[in-house]
């Protein structure tokens, strides 16, 4: 408050309060939470867990007409005889060429930058480069009558569902058997004139037998076609869904590790949300436990995803935020995402506009993606947060040099229980969402360095990874038009 004399000296005072040690005058106290910090395991990752894994039940959750629920297996439960480092490393090379392929989509639009290959029965030479690749969690869903157990990756950023099939023209190799349409009551073909069939961005039709087909092509040269089908999902305690539209892949060639095939939970027309909507209505929600979590054997979390009323019902006590569309990329999942806080102060120099869909272009914005594993952020703002958080981060002994995507690591080795910055995100609505420690900092090798685990990007679009997801329940209300994070709520 100005005082009668101030006003009269201000220049004085101005000149006083130069002269104090400012952090006296100005600064809070930086806010910190606990990091226990457990560096990589050294040893090989073959735990019996992992393996039992790959036998895989359906029974895990309770379900009601209303809600369909099921577990989530992370993928680094599959590649067997790896050290925890390797497959961080593997995790972070894939996670940046889907990142690329993520921006790259929303700077070319539906052009490919590439002729599709073209295959008997393909009339249409349109190809969308649909935002695929792997994600990083799958989940564990039956297939057909009597159903085949299939683990399909997780991703909303993509829409089309769909699997391997036998007969195989190409299968790349996956966890479990190939489901085969032949054994499978529930199983028939989608026909060339049905509407599902003309919403494909790249579909075709066998005449002969008067039967859809698709094709799903990535801009790395990953490509999976095959008939368009109707068949029967069976999700935990036998809930059935009947007559999903999938695609069932007889030619499937790239980049996918593992699993069956693909469960679509875009915004667009062709995914299972959205096919489901009228029965279950159009709100669904996951919850990603740690990605190591599964090889520790003590862990007994483990990760759901539930659609239905239950998704939404699960979400008391979430902190929400409008979901936003961008009119030229139907699929992702937009927040309004206004700022950061590190240490409980608001990060300062991160400007509104990087963050922001601009609708003309489709560029800018900020999605949410299941698939993707570190978040990206614009790059001046990536760059203010990390600043701030070094800044913060007085009692962490900075490493020098970085660790594949990471810019700043820190060694904590020998230490057990570390005093962090707080990380908090602000979204539009007033949704606040705190970061675990775990969250951030993650470790990269086995000797405690840990790293900062967000990144910078200059694709145009920014992401919100499964890292920084990790622990919450992220609810998209598709009814409500809004998205919701509840934590610690696996
Ligand atoms: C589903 O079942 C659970 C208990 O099994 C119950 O608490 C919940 O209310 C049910 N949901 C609906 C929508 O009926
Ligand atoms: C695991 O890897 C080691 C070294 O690369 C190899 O010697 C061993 O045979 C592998 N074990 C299995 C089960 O593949
Ligand atoms: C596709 O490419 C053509 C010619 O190269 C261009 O005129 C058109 O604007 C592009 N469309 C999109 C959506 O980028
Ligand atoms: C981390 O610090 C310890 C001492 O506390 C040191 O022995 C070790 O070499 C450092 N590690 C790296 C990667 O610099």
């Known amino acids: 408050m100005l005082t009668p004399t101030a006003m009269a000296f201000p220049t004085t005072l101005l000149v006083a309060a130069l002269l104090l040690p400012l952090p006296v005058v100005f600064s809070k106290p930086t806010r910190t939470q606990s990091l226990v910090a457990i560096p990589l395991s050294p040893e090989p990752i073959t735990t019996p867990a992992a393996a039992q894994q790959q036998q895989l039940s359906l029974a895990a959750h309770d379900v009601n007409a209303s809600t369909l629920h099921f577990r989530l297996a992370h993928r680094e439960d599959f590649a067997l005889n790896a050290t925890a480092s390797d497959l961080l490393a593997h995790l972070l090379a894939r996670d940046d060429e889907r990142a690329g392929r993520l921006s790259s989509l929303l700077v070319v639009g539906n052009n490919a930058t590439r002729p599709p290959r073209r295959r008997g029965g393909f009339a249409a030479p349109v190809l969308s480069g649909l935002p695929q690749g792997s994600g990083e969690y799958f989940a564990q869903v039956g297939v057909g009558t009597p159903a085949t157990a299939a683990l399909m990756v997780l991703d909303t950023g993509s829409d089309v569902v769909w699997l391997q099939c036998a007969p195989c023209r190409h299968c790349y190799a996956q966890s479990g058997r190939v489901f085969d349409p032949r054994r499978s009551r529930s199983y028939a073909a989608v026909d060339c004139v049905a509407p599902i069939c003309r919403r494909l961005d790249s579909g075709g039709c066998d005449r002969r037998r008067n039967s859809c087909l698709y094709q799903v092509a990535y801009g790395d040269g990953s490509v999976t076609a095959g008939d368009f089908a109707s068949e029967t999902l069976t999700f935990a305690r036998a809930a059935r869904v009947a007559r ?25 027309r062709l995914s299972f949300p959205t096919q489901i909507a009228r029965r279950y209505g159009r709100s669904f929600s996951y919850c990603l436990v740690d990605r190591t979590s599964s090889v520790k054997p003590s862990s007994s979390r483990s990760s759901t995803v539930t659609f239905g009323a239950d998704a939404v019902a699960a979400a008391a006590g979430a902190s929400f ?10 699929t ?5 995402l206004l700022g950061f ?22 560029r ?64 539009a609505g007033g949704a606040q969402v705190a970061l675990p420690p775990e969250n951030y900092l993650i470790p990269v090798d086995t000797s405690g360095t840990f790293c900062f685990a967000l990144a910078g990007t200059d694709g145009g679009v920014s992401i919100i990874g499964n890292i920084q997801q990790q622990g919450f329940r992220v609810v998209f ?14």
């Open 244 to 268: 999903v539209a999938i695609g069932c892949g007889h030619d499937n060639e790239g980049l996918f590790i593992a699993a069956a095939g693909l469960l679509g939970l875009g915004r667009g």
């Open 477 to 490: 209300d598709g009814d409500g038009q809004r998205v919701g994070f509840v934590p610690k709520s696996c």
């Open 332 to 336: 992702f999942y937009y927040v309004h």
């Open 364 to 427: 800018g914005g900020v999605i949410l993606d299941s698939g993707t594993s570190v978040t990206r952020l614009a790059r001046p703002v990536y760059a203010a947060v990390r600043d701030a958080f070094r800044a913060a981060a007085v009692g962490l002994r900075l490493s020098p040099g970085g660790f594949s995507l990471f810019d700043t690591c820190f060694n904590l080795s020998g230490r057990r229980v570390v005093k962090v910055p707080t990380l908090s995100m602000h979204f």
């Open 341 to 362: 806080s590190v240490g409980g102060a608001r990060v300062k120099g991160v400007s509104e506009p990087d963050l922001r869909l601009n609708p003309t272009t489709g």
């Open 321 to 330: 935020t409008p979901m936003g569309r961008n009119p030229k990329m139907a």
